[in-house]
């Protein structure tokens, strides 16, 4: 029998709608219209994609990233809210927050980890936002060790302080996080400023206030000698960490890339028949995840397509 395909909503967008959307300029299939914000390396500008009326950017000389709403706020914000958070919820973070870093590490990426950058969710997940990183070989993790300088200073580990080489290791720093989290204070702390005695109250395991409830895991991950801390996956195999958690998994998901099945019959019957592109140029594009106009209308109309068929239940 022949596959039924439900009918692609009407995409087709006004000229009303790409009229009154408030813009300065067109690049490509996109209206781009005004600033949202901006920071030291970019701005955010809002854009409408022209054929789909989805807000959001991609050209093929700059990239554009819409990113999703975490509406939960930022983490920072919640700690100064309570003052302090509860063990169990520092432990859900935590383990999210170290389960994030394990996938990072797979990927060879080591991360510039500090409460400014995770961010909650509507569900109060944790979402790392990316500051500065580095990369290293997945396949040589424990092998190779980088050099550049990024991190802030109450959060780097003290190897990165110290302009010695690092590794992975100094993500499991992040301990600094948990210790924040459950006593609403940072443990390294130096006033006026001054980062060598910062950097040697860390190599003395001077922290400024030990309450009796901060567990000797979280205390684990502030050692010094990065080859006596324990590695993420060691961090991940933990007791406290896993207290109330039994044995669910924590292994972090692999990407891979879509295959001509899991394609949506709608939405490539669309871009064939409406659109005009040929089925052999957008199955290839799509299954080899590349980054083009095709990809970007591919995902908007699908995104288009299950807001409709959620709106229909």
Known sequence: GQEHRT???????????????????????YLV???INKGSFAKVMEGLHIGTGEKTLETENSYYMTMELCAGGDLMDRICERKR???????RYTRQILSAVDHLHRHGI?????????????????????GLSNTLKPDSLSLDLLSTQCGSPAYAAPELLAHRKYGPK???????????????????????????????????????SIPSDVSKFVLSLLEPDPAKRPSVRAALEERWINEGY???????????NLSPDDLNSSVLTYMTDTLGYALSDVVHTLTNNRPSPIMAYYHLLLNKFNRSQKGAK
């Open 7 to 29: 009918p692609l909503p009407l995409v087709k967008v006004s000229r009303e709608m790409l009229r009154t959307f408030p813009h300065s300029k067109r690049v490509g299939s």
């Open 33 to 35: 219209g005004k600033m």
């Open 85 to 91: 958070l509860e063990e169990r919820e520092v432990r």
């Open 110 to 130: 080591v991360h510039d980890l500090k409460i400014e950058n995770f961010l909650l969710d509507e569900h109060n997940n944790i979402k790392i936002v990316f």
């Open 170 to 208: 100094v993500d499991v720093w992040s301990g600094v996080s948990a210790f924040a989290m459950l006593t609403g204070t940072l443990p390294f702390t130096v006033e006026p400023f001054n980062i060598k005695h910062l950097h040697q109250k860390m190599v003395n395991g001077e922290i400024s």
């Open 246 to 256: 039994g044995k669910k998994s924590l292994n972090s998901l692999c990407h891979k």
